[in-house]
T-cell receptor
Framework: EADIYQTPRYLVIGTGKKITLECSQTMGHDKMYWYQQDPGMELHLIHY???????EKGDLSSESTVSRIRTEHFPLTLESARPSHTSQYLC?????????????FGPGTRLTVL | AQKVTQAQTEISVVEKEDVTLDCVYE???????LFWYKQPPSGELVFLIRRNSFDEQNEISGRYSWNFQKSTSSFNFTITASQVVDSAVYFC?????????????FGKGTMLLVSP
């Protein structure tokens, strides 16, 4: 059973606010990912990390930033939220065990910026 | 570059019908993994299957079956006797397998609607 958590599940905020979306996993996975999913269903990789102090930008340019200070924690921050940031954000992790390259996903955060 | 194509954007069936979701991929790698994920209305992605490029055996799990054909670069997913609970968005994905530094390339997803 995968153990990856995201908080909050739903967030409605006003334009200009700073927000942090939390993602934690208890599986000891070294790799973690953030995806943005638009209403048209398509998943876009926006950030990933191969381990502590490693962060990379994904395929889709994003104004968000991430940090990886601890293996289990991979928060995503928006310094100044805008309506264009309204989307679902999915966090995932993967390890080097028998589930190699299989990504386990959290429940997602549905963000609405007014 | 890797690419995954799910040509069917949306499929509607009536309960108990069989349905096949198509997935065609492109990669220059000789070793790779293919995946299917299910995303129900609740939003999380649920892993269904991973297939190594060296293993072309078809797989069956209950009402689900997968047909991997390397010759046509396809990894199709069939649901037999569909049920309303199968209604979801299904994603096919691909990753390079050799290094530990690959990411998943997802298709755009197929929304399956199963009506009673």
């Amino acid at each position: 059973e995968a153990d990856i958590y995201q908080t909050p599940r739903y967030l409605v905020i006003g334009t200009g606010k700073k927000i942090t979306l939390e993602c934690s996993q208890t599986m000891g996975h070294d790799k973690m990912y953030w995806y943005q999913q638009d209403p048209g269903m398509e998943l876009h990789l926006i950030h990933y990390s191969y381990g502590v102090n490693s962060t990379e930008k994904g395929d889709l340019s994003s104004e968000s930033t991430v940090s990886r200070i601890r293996t289990e924690h991979f928060p995503l921050t928006l310094e100044s939220a805008r309506p264009s940031h309204t989307s679902q954000y999915l966090c995932a992790s993967s390890g080097r065990d028998r589930h190699y390259n299989e990504q386990f996903f959290g429940p997602g955060t549905r963000l609405t910026v007014l | 570059a890797q690419k995954v194509t799910q040509a069917q954007t949306e499929i509607s069936v009536v309960e108990k019908e069989d349905v096949t979701l198509d997935c065609v991929y492109e990669t220059r790698d000789t070793t790779y993994y293919l995946f299917w994920y299910k995303q129900p209305p609740s939003g999380e992605l649920v892993f269904l299957i991973r297939r190594n490029s060296f293993d072309e055996q078809n797989e069956i799990s209950g009402r689900y079956s997968w047909n991997f054909q390397k010759s046509t670069s396809s990894f199709n997913f069939t649901i037999t006797a569909s049920q309303v609970v199968d209604s979801a968005v299904y994603f096919c994905a691909l990753s390079e397998a050799v290094s530990g530094y690959s990411t998943l390339t997802f298709g755009k997803g197929t929304m399956l609607l199963v009506s009673p």
